[in-house]
């Protein structure tokens, strides 16, 4: 137990200073990969909803204090995106490394899509800019992080195979 | 109340997700000042004291690396203090020798030991001055506490000095007190005495000075002092143990005294003899 909290902390550690120091040099079209959000799917398809729900929730205030927006912007939206993939916790369900790649673009565009819509409550704006934003950005930062995310997904398919064979 | 607390252990994944969605909801619907309170009373509650665990975890790590620097800096400082003990030893003996030649009438030439005998006994050193400099064959060569010995050989650069200390040398000697006058001798390079007659006034503590006989050291240079008498084997004579003053062991500022044997001036004189056939 408290292995595996030590093993997910030194992730989001390792996460949260890759992608302050190494993301931004890796950036294409200024579209960066998400590190943070990919953590907490692989934490949330381990470790089920609520683990992943509380650490979503205080990622995402954490980026709230640390970022210039509105307080619980990050924390609601994280949250959310932490519960949504917790629901398809491994140990309850078997999902091939497909349906984890649809999964994680849905996790990206649940996000965003809760962190604009509170923007546009907060800030106004309407629901067609949200759809403009969506495809125009994190449409490309999920697929950039779908890219790196799926190294590890594809590593851990094989390694099963290997040892299942 | 009991059933409240059964729903929330059942449905405690659906309860979890309510509980931040609202705290997250009460968080956006705030003012701006709310939001920056409770942004603040969050920093410090929460996340400072975890920045502070983190930033110590990093503390540790930069303690190592400041480690290294310092012992790094540590050596440095050491090298460079050693050096600056040397400088201030070298300046004192400086000091003393500038001393030294207040004291004498004579011009002095200052040299450094550049090379010494490496033999045991340890009979000659080499000074960094020659013939450019004016130092000629014979000349004495004198430290801050007396006499150290005479040139031998001179070369354009460097000059060869045989030590008092050398058995071939002979010194004429005498104590300053009784005027007794002998030749220091030494069989070892080690223990220094002179034989004088039994009834001559020499006592254990008498300084002892050049007699300036013999023409190569001028009078009344510091070589040592008596430290024991001992009997003769010939009951005539006493011989009388010289301590000497120099320290030949740490021989590293001399002066050359510019100073020609007194015979210099007769030797012409007597190579011009003509012997009758």
């Known amino acids: 137990m408290l292995k595996n909290i030590f093993k997910w902390a030194g992730l989001f550690v390792l996460a949260f200073v890759l992608q302050t120091t190494l993301v931004p040099s890796i950036s294409i079209f200024q579209f960066r990969p998400d590190l943070l959000m990919l953590v907490l799917f692989a934490l949330a398809l381990k470790a089920g909803v609520i683990p992943a729900v509380y650490i979503g929730f205080f990622l995402g205030l954490a980026q709230d204090l640390y970022s210039p927006s509105i307080l619980g912007q990050n924390a609601l939206s994280k949250t959310i995106a932490g519960f949504f993939a917790g629901l398809f916790n491994e140990k309850l369900v078997r999902i091939d490394p497909i349906f984890k790649a649809v999964l994680l673009l849905l996790m990206f565009l649940l996000n965003d899509s809760v962190y604009l819509i509170v923007q546009m409550v907060k800030t106004g704006g309407s629901m067609q800019g949200i759809g403009m934003e969506l495809i125009t950005a994190t449409l490309p930062r999920a697929l950039y992080s779908l890219l790196l995310g799926m190294i590890p997904i594809l590593w851990e398919n094989y390694s099963q195979a290997t040892v299942r064979r | ?277």
């Open chain 2, 1 to 277: 109340m009991h059933w409240i607390f059964e729903f929330v252990v059942k449905n405690r994944s659906i309860c979890s997700l309510v509980f931040t969605i609202v705290l997250s909801l009460w968080m956006i619907s705030g003012s701006p000042e709310f939001q920056a309170k409770t942004a603040r009373l969050l920093t410090v509650t929460i996340f400072y004291p975890l920045q502070v665990t983190f930033n110590n975890a990093t503390h540790i790590k930069n303690i190592f690396s400041e480690n290294r620097r310092l012992n790094q800096e540590v050596a440095t400082l050491n090298t460079e203090l050693s050096r600056l003990r040397e400088m201030a030893a070298e300046n004192e003996r400086l000091r003393g020798l500038i001393g030294l030649s207040n004291e004498f009438t004579y011009s002095l030439i200052p040299v450094r030991v550049i090379a010494r005998d490496p033999s045991a006994e340890s009979k000659g050193i080499v000074v960094n001055a020659g013939r450019r400099d004016g130092v000629q064959m014979w000349m004495p060569l004198v430290g801050e506490k007396g006499i150290v010995g005479k040139v031998i050989q001179v070369m354009n650069g460097v000059s060869m000095v045989q030590l008092i200390k050398d058995p071939s040398n002979r010194t004429s000697i005498m104590s300053r007190r009784s005027r007794t006058v002998s030749i220091l001798e030494t069989e070892n390079g080690n223990n220094f005495f002179f034989r004088c007659r039994s009834h001559e006034d020499v006592q254990v503590g008498d300084t002892i000075v050049t007699s300036g006989l013999g023409g190569i050291y001028p009078k009344g240079l510091d070589v040592g002092q008596v430290k024991r008498i001992t009997d003769s084997q010939n009951p005539l004579f006493k011989r009388v143990w010289v301590e000497l003053s120099v320290d030949f062991d740490h021989l590293e500022e001399l002066f050359v005294m510019l100073l020609s044997p007194q015979w210099q001036s007769f030797r012409a004189e007597f190579d011009s003899l003509e012997f009758p056939k």
